[in-house]
């Protein structure tokens, strides 16, 4: 599988993550910016960075790194969710 081919393969099982939550799921035009998404819910929106991690030798199913970011031009962080399984 290709780079960008793997990193497709994580952005649609976390889009499928954050939908099956309840979220509102919208994608950025492009690839210039520092986040894959931003998901919405109550009205509170978060930028979300995907990370293709691998398979795990005799396993069908892939490790997906998922994580919140925020802030402005002097301040960022970036919050870990919890390793799910897809």
Sequence with gaps: MLPKEKGD???AHAIKY???RGYEVCL???DKRDYDLIVEKNNFL????????????GK?????GLRITGGNQSYHY???IQRQFF
């Design 9 to 11: 393969f994580a952005l």
């Design 18 to 20: 954050y939908l099956t």
């Design 28 to 30: 950025p035009i492009g």
């Design 46 to 57: 978060e930028r979300v960075q995907v990370k293709y991690a691998g398979l795990y030798p």
């Design 60 to 64: 069908d199913k892939c490790l997906v």
């Design 78 to 80: 970036a919050k870990k």
